[in-house]
């Protein structure tokens, strides 16, 4: 599913010149605010937290709603996690077996007889795991070399 198009605006900007428009402040106005806020001076002066009580109490369960989204996207997607392995598939054709197939002697598929050709790999055989260097491995359905 997409990411819907955003709906909220920015509340002010940092715009100048002639990009500037109605919500543009300026970055003396965004520390004095920043300040203010950190201060705690919405919650200390009680005719400014009547009257924002139940904006702040709006933005505040919206920001556990981020937070909340933020925790499951690094724990369940931004990791690279992935879901459970579905089951084994059937086992695909034997190929030739001869003097050069994989139970053919050392020498002409490899140093050690052992070492699959390019024309032998469909990577179901191979460790799912980096080994040592230089060493093939099933990445997720990609040969890959260690």
């Known amino acids: 599913m ?3 198009d955003r709906k909220s605006e920015d509340i002010f900007n940092k715009r100048t010149g002639g990009s500037a ?6 970055t003396e106005k965004e520390t004095e605010i920043r300040d203010a806020f950190n201060n705690g001076d ?13 904006v702040l109490y709006a933005i505040q369960q919206l920001t556990e709603d ?4 933020r925790r499951y996207i690094t724990a369940e997607v931004g ?9 084994q598939g059937p086992a695909g054709p034997q190929g030739d077996t001869g003097a050069t197939g994989a139970t053919g002697p050392a020498g002409a598929d490899g140093a050690d007889g052992t070492t699959p050709t390019i024309t032998d790999l469909d990577g179901s055989r191979l460790p799912t795991r ?5 060493t093939l491995w099933n990445n997720r359905g990609v040969v890959s070399v260690s």
């Open 79 to 87: 990791d690279g996690a992935q879901g459970p392995q579905g089951p």
């Open 66 to 69: 981020i937070e909340e989204l």
């Open 2 to 4: 997409a990411l819907g």
């Open 21 to 26: 428009d109605s919500k543009s402040i300026s």
């Open 42 to 54: 919405h919650i200390a002066d009680t005719g400014k937290l009547d009257n924002l009580a139940p």
């Open 130 to 134: 980096s080994g040592s260097s230089g």
